[in-house]
């Protein structure tokens, strides 16, 4: 299986490098549209600030070809946020394929949301063998809306949108390969997609 993570320098890729090695798969690290739509699965990552990723991915051209791969795509942490329409982290527009937007948590909390919480309202073969009520790890200050692509839920102030599915497009808020055994279960489904 030809797995590739897109590389466009807003992104913790080593991290989610190793998690795939231990599943026993070499996830390519790339930036190149023709790897990219040829792969049999693509990982969208991020970590970092929404407008100079989205910067990244306009200057590389990927802002256009990611909303046209047909093949299952994960994004993770900013990567799901940018698939949504617009962030207010740097008044961002995003790639609009998740019809939601990104805000941000209220001065009421400790922002960023950082550590364990629970994802429940599971929803997709996204989460085949995971628990209700399973452990993520999640570092973020930006949330996306409860909407109707919603596939997992979590609560940090209010309920919010942990995890998103549309056709091919799969997104999750929290790291699933710095969550244990329950978020490696994530990346095996993903796989098996």
């Known amino acids: 299986m030809e797995l590739v993570i897109i590389d466009y320098g807003a992104g913790n890729i080593k991290s989610i ?12 690290l790339s930036n190149n549209p023709d790897e990219i739509k040829e792969a049999d699965k693509v990982i969208f990552p991020g970590v970092g600030e929404a407008n100079s990723a989205m910067k990244m991915l306009k200057a590389s051209g990927l802002d256009a070809l990611i909303p046209t791969l047909k093949q299952p795509v994960l994004g993770i942490c900013l990567g799901m ?9 740097g008044n ?13 948590f209220s001065n ?15 929803k997709s073969p996204l989460f085949k ?30 309920n919010y ?3 998103l599915q549309k056709d091919n497009f799969y ?7 710095k969550s244990s055994i329950e978020g490696e279960q994530i ?3 993903f796989l098996a997609l």
Not at 17 to 28: E, H, T
Not at 108 to 122: E, R
Request: hydrophobic share 40%.
């Open 17 to 28: 490098q190793f998690a795939f090695k231990r599943l026993g798969y070499d996830a390519i």
């Open 81 to 89: 946020q940018l698939m949504c329409n617009t962030s207010e982290e």
């Open 92 to 104: 961002t527009k995003g790639l609009g394929i998740f019809n939601v937007d990104v805000k941000r």
């Open 108 to 122: 009421a909390v400790k922002v960023p949301q950082m550590g364990w919480n629970t994802i429940s309202d599971l």
């Open 129 to 158: 063998d995971v628990n209700e009520k399973a452990f993520m790890y999640l570092v973020h200050s930006f949330y996306v809306e409860a909407c109707n692509e919603q596939i997992a839920t979590t609560n940090y102030e209010f």
């Open 161 to 163: 949108a942990s995890a």
């Open 171 to 177: 997104g999750v808020q929290f790291h699933p390969e």
């Open 187 to 189: 990346l095996k489904n």
